[in-house]
């Protein structure tokens, strides 16, 4: 028996009563006391488990890295599968150190469900922008893209939280001085992460409630084809490219 303001109640009939009492939720949608960051741990885990394949095999490598000529012949399945791959082992480690360190956090005000459509869309929207605007000849990979997402989504939840940016906002600069002044990143990925995550937070974190589901997911389907018009126009023009060639 446990004591409550009229007597005392059976441990059964609490339980029993917790479970038709709505759990919390944060702005977005999440829900508080979520538990184990399930989706920022497995995002970490397939990182982890792809870059073990790619340096057992030879060949993954070039069959899954962003190579536009190739995504223009149909290999559409790159611009997503590039964002698991990573150059070297200090490339991996920033990347998912900072996705040990920034996911759990969102996923937990998000939710699960919008975690995971919130760094998948950052990923793409990073392999759009660099398919849009990188060489033909370059090879791109790297989940910089979707982490540059969660820098941009910790910025807008932040603010919509009313906490302190300045911190956040260092970060970025700080990331985006790297971007710029040392050779052999992807500008493109990093920005089009940055952009695509922190317009998806906010349309996530500032839909009203009544309609925020409703809203969250037009918008993630709308970004969804605004993507595919872009990479169908990119994919003309590169053809018509290599026609001309």
Not at 30 to 42: E, K, M
Not at 62 to 72: E, I, M, N, R, S
Request: proline content about 3%; glycine content about 8%; aromatic content about 10%.
């Amino acid at each position: 028996m446990r004591s409550a303001a009229v007597g005392h109640q059976c441990v059964d009939c609490v339980q029993a009563a917790a479970y038709t009492v709505p759990p919390a939720r944060t702005a977005a949608g999440g829900i508080l006391r979520q538990g184990v960051p399930v989706v920022s741990y497995a995002l970490i885990a397939a990182n982890v488990a792809v870059f073990v394949m790619q340096n057992s095999s030879r060949t993954l490598q070039y069959k899954l890295t962003l190579f536009p000529v190739a995504v223009a012949g149909g290999q559409y399945y790159r611009l997503l599968t590039s964002a698991f791959m990573h150059y070297g082992i200090v490339h991996i480690l920033f990347n998912m150190w900072a996705l040990y360190v920034l996911g759990p956090t969102l996923e937990q005000h998000l939710g699960r469900l919008r975690f995971a459509a919130l760094y998948l869309l950052s990923a793409l929207g990073g392999s759009v922008v660099v398919y849009l605007f990188s060489p033909l000849n370059a090879a791109t990979a790297g989940a910089s893209g979707a982490i540059f997402g969660l820098f941009g989504a910790t910025l807008v939840a932040a603010k919509r939280l009313n906490l302190d940016i300045r911190q956040v906002v260092g970060l970025i600069v700080i990331n985006l001085v790297i971007t710029f002044t040392v050779p052999g990143i992807s500008w493109q990925g990093h920005l089009g992460g940055l952009a695509t995550g922190t317009l998806v937070a906010a349309v996530y974190v500032y839909a009203p409630r009544a309609q925020r589901t409703i809203v969250q997911a037009a918008f993630s389907i709308a970004l969804l084809a605004v993507f595919a018009l872009l990479v169908a126009w990119r994919t003309s023009a590169i053809i018509e490219l290599v026609g001309q060639a």
